[in-house]
Structures are given as structure tokens and as C-alpha cells.
T-cell receptor, first 113, second 111 residues
Framework: EAGVAQSPRYKIIEKRQSVAFWCNPI?????LYWYQQILGQGPKLLIQ????????DSQLPKDRFSAERLKGVDSTLKIQPAKLEDSAVYLC???????????FGPGTRLLVL | GDSVTQMEGPVTLSEEAFLTINCTYT??????LFWYVQYPGEGLQLLLK?????DKGSNKGFEATYRKETTSFHLEKGSVQVSDSAVYFC??????????FGDGTTLTVKP
């Protein structure tokens, strides 16, 4: 089965610009997660979707970050405007509703200059 | 809140050495426990897991035992290989299918 797909793999932008990341989860996985992984740290959850509804976005900086999963499949994470401290790897993961194991994509490495 | 504390790295070992990476977790509830591995340039992938006390997860020669009395889930391997060089993350499950991750331990195995 195909894994979690993410694009782009790398992105370099200047501060105050906007950027969007795309994720396609494993087919049939109802739960989708976006994580931020800063260099030297573990992944930190930004938002969790169950189908197209938000389960947890308590750690999402909503003044600049937004995410959507309109049809309960693909998801987009946007940052607008970006700050220097947003430089990180953005990981998407998905899971089967009945299973706790998460399956991760390769991530998008963002550098904000 | 829920948290995971991992042994700080980096860890450098010679091939065929014994590996231990320590992990402790907060004891709220009865979480599932996981070890994920991240090879260079790749996303995290599940290495092993345990869902209840005294369970032992194992995969690719790695093992970890869910110790409720010490709130630990230490990762071990008897003989590491160069191909085991990666970053290892301990994680605990939380409500609603979320996981809390440790900060990772970088392992380098030298020939």
C-alpha cells in the first residue's frame, strides 16, 4: 500500500511570505495529524483531524497557521505570514481510527530567511 | 500533562556493541508506548510498541519492555549494526489517538 505523501519536500521563503504544504494520507485512514519538528526536538502536534473535522488544534498558532481537510482525505497546512522561528520540518501522519500507530510522511523541510 | 523523557544523545557505538536508550513517561492512565525510528532524510516509522504493562515489543533485533512500576520503556539491542544509525523517538499514546514524543536520541554506529 502507498504511504503518506507530502509535498513539497523542501521550501525556502523569506519572512512575512506565505507557504502551503500538502499531505495525502494512507487510503482509508480517517485520522490525520500535522506535526512541527524543530531541529533537535521531537515532533509537536499542531492539529489532528478525524475525517474532515478538527479533533485538537490547541497547539496551532491560529494567528498565522491554518489547516483544512475539506473532503476528509487530503489536507493542506498554511503559514501566513511566516516567521524565522517557523523554520522546521512539517510532518504529516495518518492512522486508522482503531489503531494508535501513526504512519508518517517524509516531511517538508521549511527554511524561513 | 503527558510527557516523555528520553536519554540525551548523541550516542556513538562500535558495530556489535550493546545498545540501551532510556525512556520514561508520565504515568497518567495506561498509555500505549512506542519507539519510532527516523533514518536520514526519511519520516518517522514505527519500530515497536507495547500496549500494556509487562508487554515486550520487538522488531529487527530491538526490544523494549513496558515497565509500569518504573514508568519506563527502555530500548535495547544486543548487537548494533552500521545500518541502525538513525534518530530514535520514544512516544506515549494519549486520549483520542494522539501521541506525545520525546526529543529523540541520535545513534551513530561506527564500523
Amino acid at each position: 500500500e502507498a504511504g503518506v505523501a507530502q509535498s513539497p519536500r523542501y521550501k525556502i521563503i523569506e519572512k512575512r511570505q506565505s507557504v502551503a504544504f500538502w499531505c495525502n494520507p494512507i487510503s482509508g485512514h480517517a485520522t490525520l495529524y500535522w506535526y512541527q519538528q524543530i531541529l533537535g526536538q521531537g515532533p509537536k502536534l499542531l492539529i489532528q483531524f478525524q475525517n474532515n473535522g478538527v479533533v485538537d488544534d490547541s497547539q496551532l498558532p491560529k494567528d498565522r497557521f491554518s489547516a483544512e481537510r475539506l473532503k476528509g482525505v487530503d489536507s493542506t497546512l498554511k503559514i501566513q505570514p511566516a516567521k524565522l522561528e517557523d523554520s522546521a520540518v512539517y510532518l504529516c501522519a495518518s492512522s486508522n481510527y482503531l489503531e494508535e500507530t501513526q504512519y508518517f510522511g517524509p516531511g517538508t523541510r521549511l527554511l524561513v530567511l | 500533562g503527558d510527557s516523555v523523557t528520553q536519554m540525551e544523545g548523541p550516542v556513538t557505538l562500535s558495530e556489535e556493541a550493546f545498545l540501551t536508550i532510556n525512556c520514561t513517561y508520565t504515568a497518567t492512565g495506561y498509555p500505549s508506548l512506542f519507539w519510532y525510528v527516523q533514518y536520514p532524510g526519511e519520516g518517522l516509522q514505527l519500530l515497536l510498541k507495547a500496549t500494556k504493562a509487562d508487554d515486550k515489543g520487538s522488531n529487527k533485533g530491538f526490544e523494549a519492555t513496558y515497565r509500569k512500576e518504573t514508568t519506563s520503556f527502555h530500548l535495547e539491542k544486543g548487537s548494533v549494526q552500521v545500518s541502525d544509525s538513525a534518530v530514535y523517538f520514544c512516544a506515549r499514546g494519549t486520549n483520542a489517538g494522539k501521541s506525545t514524543f520525546g526529543d529523540g536520541t541520535t545513534l551513530t554506529v561506527k564500523p
